[in-house]
């Protein structure tokens, strides 16, 4: 009986032992599963700042491809307006040059007009008597 006895003690002893030897594994296991959450939360943590800074990213290039759509439109708006107006400036270039071809002309004209009238009230003036003799 004191042999069933010792041998009970023994087995006590080694679940005893087991017990404890579960226990921290036990411990152990905790504490790295609290570790692996506090892992996983600093993760998902991160994991949102990042996401809200590629979201701001976004968000900035559809501002500044809006602006740059903007600019594009305006851009193409004053080109045109600068051809409408150069188109202008070249059709009243033209027109001022007409003008000037047709004032140089009817200057001529009337230049040409004026030494003839000029010859003949020289031949009426030679005719009239008393006039000097050359």
């Known amino acids: 009986m004191l042999e069933d006895l010792d041998t009970l003690a023994a087995r006590i002893g080694q679940l005893v032992q ?3 030897q579960l226990q921290a594994e036990r411990t152990a296991l905790q504490t790295r599963l609290a570790s692996t959450e506090q892992e996983r ?3 998902r943590d991160q994991l949102e700042r990042e996401q809200s800074a590629l979201q701001a990213t976004r968000e900035q290039v559809q501002t500044h491809t809006a602006q740059v759509e903007q600019v594009r439109a305006e851009a193409e708006q004053a080109q045109l307006a600068l051809r409408l107006e150069t188109s202008r400036h070249q059709a009243d270039a033209e027109s001022t040059r007409q003008s000037l071809l047709a004032s ?3 200057a001529r004209r009337l230049r040409e007009a004026a030494q003839a009238a000029q010859q003949r009230i020289d ?4 005719r009239l008597p008393g006039a000097p003799q050359e």
């Open 18 to 20: 087991l017990t404890r």
């Open 123 to 126: 031949a009426v003036l030679v």
């Open 41 to 43: 939360n600093a993760l």
């Open 104 to 106: 140089q002309t009817e």
